[in-house]
């Protein structure tokens, strides 16, 4: 991966040099960026990062109209845009991350699973940036490619992360899982949070992304240490996916797998954030075929089988959950899970 490329909003880049689009934006980039954008406060600064996963385009697409407005930021605004090369890549915005690369938002933590690959010297540019200046907040910008509405998630649920994820959305995931994000490596040092704006190339996600990015961006007080507006909560996530070594498909029915282990359901998605009771099928397993799923908690233990029960070839949930980023992807839920298993704690203000 190339090294980071320093860019200041007023001088190297303008809304001329951005142009029309997200794609032109990045074009003018030149590969993973920082831009400081200077605010009417000098004294203080927030941080927005975005395109950790190249086919989530919803943050590019906020921080681009943000910036073309001519808007000025109340205090100085740092933004991360990462994996600008493969976002660019023929058809734009296609793969979460580079052919044979690894997925940039899982590298940030000592002793991740890619502790020393591809991306490692940014990830410490980038910590020792936000460290020598620490910022009154951090928002990581994604999008999802199942249909869900926004959500945030904190590994931190303190009245800040609250107000921080209230400027976009009504709900979040409390999670204790560790997967080496961005978030997670800074959640410790000033407050962090994750912002799941909806579906990857709808309109509503990048409205949700722009809303709250301008508020982010113009206000002068954030109120992070006010109580914030009523969020619904939902804590313990369990990473659902798919074993190794295991073939997936998604279709209508056992007769759609095409000789896979596992046949999801094409429309399991639409169970996104509703509280699903026990029976509730998943998918199917093909006759003769080794258990195909592992719903791994915080603790790296596999409780699949205390969540999910194979009855007549079907796979059933044995107790009801609330299903999060369920997603219809066979590329995505192969890289990464099929979805999130959580469970409701209550309403927060």
Same mark, same amino acid.
């Given at each position: ?48 990062? !975005?395109? =950790? ?13 943000? =910036? ?8 100085? $605004? ?30 940030? #933590? ?27 907040? $951090? ?35 409390? /999670?204790?899982?560790?997967?080496? !994000? ?14 799941? #704006? ?14 709250? /990015?301008?508020? $982010? ?6 109120? =992070? ?5 009523? =969020?619904?909560?939902?804590?313990d996530p369990v990473r659902v996916c798919v074993r190794e070594g295991s073939s997936l498909e998604f ?28 029976? !509730? ?69």
């Open positions: 991966m190339r090294d980071l490329v320093d860019h200041t909003w007023g001088k190297d880049l303008d809304a001329d040099a951005i142009g029309p689009d997200a794609e032109s934006f990045l074009r003018a980039l030149g590969g993973p960026a920082w831009i400081e954008v200077p605010g009417r406060d000098r004294d203080r600064v927030r941080v927005v990062s !975005t395109l =950790l996963h190249a086919n989530e385009p919803s943050g590019i697409r906020a921080l681009h109209r943000w =910036l073309r407005s001519g808007a000025r930021p109340a205090v100085d $605004l740092q933004l991360l845009v990462v994996a600008v090369e493969t976002a660019l890549e023929p058809p734009g915005f296609a793969r979460r991350f580079r052919s044979g690369g690894v997925d940039l938002n899982r590298i940030w #933590c000592p002793g991740g699973e890619s502790e020393g690959a591809e991306g490692a010297a940014l990830v410490a540019e980038v910590l020792a940036r936000l460290r020598a200046r620490p910022p009154e907040c $951090l928002i990581d910008l994604h999008n999802n490619t199942g249909q869900n509405p926004p959500y945030g998630v904190t590994f931190r649920l303190g009245v800040p992360e609250r107000n921080l994820i209230a400027g976009y959305a009504r709900r979040v995931i409390h /999670t204790p899982l560790e997967l080496g !994000t961005i978030v997670e490596a800074t959640c410790n040092d000033f407050p962090s949070v994750t912002v799941e #704006c909806g579906r990857a190339g709808d309109p509503r996600a990048d409205e949700v992304a722009f809303v709250g /990015t301008r508020r $982010l961006a113009e206000s002068d007080d954030l109120a =992070l240490d006010r109580t914030p507006e009523l =969020l619904d909560v939902v804590v279709g209508d029915g056992p007769e759609d797998g095409r000789g896979a282990a596992l046949v999801v359901s094409r429309e399991i998605d639409r169970h996104n954030f509703e509280l699903v009771p026990a029976g !509730t099928t998943i998918g199917w397993l093909a006759s003769g075929s080794d258990w195909p799923i592992e719903a791994l908690g915080a603790g790296g233990e596999d409780r699949s089988f205390e969540l999910f029960a194979a009855v007549d070839g079907r796979i059933e949930t044995r107790r009801e959950m609330i299903p999060v980023m369920m997603t219809t992807h066979r590329e995505n839920a192969l890289a990464d899970c099929l979805f999130y298993a959580a469970w409701p704690e209550r309403r927060l203000g």
